[in-house]
């Protein structure tokens, strides 16, 4: 399954399958991009990191893609079980001195 | 130990009320934060705390008043609150104080301005 995190806010995919979740981000000078899983009723957890000068980072089943061009970041899970369910936010460094967090996407994963 | 804790988990308050939210971490961080997170929409950021100073603040209103007793510790204190301002506030803390550092966040307090 794949969602726009900006425009489509949910996602559903089925236990097993692979887990696409994209962000759109509009300022250039973002040189450091974080994503984070929010269980409910629990603050946010770090998933993984990418800085601007790499364009693809892997870490235990998740996998970071950024494309700079476009201004466009997503997360990968493989093999998606149900304790991925949650909300899947983008957060953005700009110059080191300014974080945003970005809209949210919400992960259903059907068993 | 590898957790913020956040207290209370709860808080209920009226308009003229003073109340102070209280976070604290024992992991050796030297940078603490706080984010303001209302229903189905993102965690914004408040304030930072780097080495016990207060190095950022996003144009908070004065009704919120950061405090840092020591690096474990993080207040956030409260007066004259609007309904508005009820949200989930969240704190967190990295190891040192650039926003590229993993941050570790607490579970929220859940605040009602009534």
């Known amino acids: 399954g794949e969602s726009v995190g900006l425009h489509l806010p949910t996602l559903s995919v089925q236990e097993g399958d692979n887990s696409i979740i994209n962000c759109a981000y509009s300022?250039?000078?973002?040189?450091?991009f974080i994503w984070y899983k929010q269980e409910s009723g629990k603050g946010p957890q770090f998933i993984i990191d990418i800085r601007s000068n790499m364009d693809k980072r892997q870490g235990q089943r998740v996998t970071v893609l950024l494309n700079k061009t476009v201004k466009h970041l997503s997360l990968q899970i493989a093999a998606t079980q149900p304790g991925d369910s949650a909300v899947y936010f983008c957060?953005?460094?700009?110059?080191?001195?300014?974080?945003?967090f970005g809209t949210g996407t919400s992960l259903t994963v059907i068993p | 130990d590898t957790e913020v804790t956040q207290t209370p988990k709860h808080l209920v308050m009226g308009m003229t009320n003073k109340k102070s939210l209280k976070c604290e971490q024992h992991?050796?961080?030297?940078?603490m934060y706080w984010y303001k997170q209302k229903a189905k929409k993102p965690p914004e950021l408040m304030f930072v705390y780097s080495y016990e100073k207060l190095s950022i603040n996003e144009s908070v209103p004065s009704r919120f008043s950061p405090e840092c007793p020591n690096s474990s510790l993080l207040n956030l204190h409260l007066h004259a609150l609007q309904p508005e301002d009820s949200a989930l506030y969240l704190c967190a803390s990295s190891q040192a104080g650039g926003l590229v550092d993993e941050q570790f966040f607490g579970p929220g307090t859940r605040l009602t301005v009534l």
């Open positions: 300022n250039s000078a973002s040189d450091y």
């Open positions: 957060a953005e460094v700009v110059t080191g001195n300014q974080f945003y």
């Open positions: 992991m050796g961080h030297r940078a």
